[in-house]
């Protein structure tokens, strides 16, 4: 069994168009996260949610929205979709806020904009 | 602000020796954590090795050592008996006991020769 999944593994769109990212933990986390990988390979967080609420909200654009209906999902839909939304999106999962575990990682999902 | 610093962008290793990878950070809080992460060309990302900034006692797993340096503010990886399963990209993160994301540094990819 997959402890953190997400699908689509792959994902090549055009610009302008709205998709969505789903991801799935069942490792009974409270907390949640997404993360980008640009093409330099560095590591950024997004956004995390903790038992379905939004604890962090780092800069990012509005065209990015974040939606928690349990807490064990977490999807990522984008908006009006640009060249420079192309990366690799990670989710991940952690225990009581992290404070006693490391994140478990999703296996990432390849965007493509055309 | 916290920073994670990686200043190799690349290493090299032949098989069975022992190779040290580089990680400095910068932060002015007491309680946290630091970890390596691998992600192999998979891109899937894995746990190496963690440690907690109030235990003295330097982390290991199996092959795989931290020289955690608090007042130095570094935390440098090394692989013994290096492998060519370990061939991959290497994460230093750093996570406050306070905040539930990592924050990852760029990066040091690391290619492992027979």
């Known amino acids: ?25 069942n490792l009974g986390h409270d907390t949640m996260y997404w993360y980008k990988q640009d093409s330099k390979k560095f590591l950024k967080i997004m956004f ?51 404070r006693t575990g490391e994140l478990f990682f999703g296996e990432g999902s390849r965007l493509t904009v055309l | 602000a916290q920073t994670v610093t990686q200043s190799q962008p690349e290493m090299s290793v032949q098989e069975a020796e022992t190779v040290t990878l580089s990680c400095t950070y910068d932060t002015s809080e007491s309680d946290y954590y630091l970890f390596w992460y691998k992600q192999p060309p998979s891109r899937q990302m894995i746990l190496v090795i963690r440690q907690e900034a109030y235990k003295q006692q330097n982390a290991t797993e ?27 990209m290497y994460f230093c993160a750093y996570r406050s006991a306070g905040l539930a994301a990592l924050i990852f540094g760029k990066g040091t990819t690391l290619s492992v020769s027979s």
Not at chain 1, 77 to 82: G, P
Not at chain 2, 68 to 77: C, T, Y
Request: aromatic fraction near 8%; hydrophobic fraction near 30%.
């Open chain 1, 1 to 25: 069994d997959t402890a953190v999944s997400q699908t689509p593994k792959y994902l090549v769109t055009q610009m302008g168009n709205d998709k969505s990212i789903k991801c799935e933990q």
């Open chain 1, 48 to 98: 995390s949610y903790n038992n379905k609420e939004l604890i962090i909200n780092e800069t990012v654009p509005n065209r990015f929205s974040p939606k928690s209906p349990d807490k064990a999902h977490l999807n990522l839909h984008i908006n009006s979709l640009e060249l420079g939304d192309s990366a690799v999106y990670f989710c991940a999962s952690s225990r009581d806020r992290g």
């Open chain 2, 62 to 88: 199996n092959r795989f050592s931290v020289n955690f340096q608090k007042a130095a503010k570094s935390f440098s990886l090394k692989i013994s008996d290096s492998q060519l399963g370990d061939a991959a």
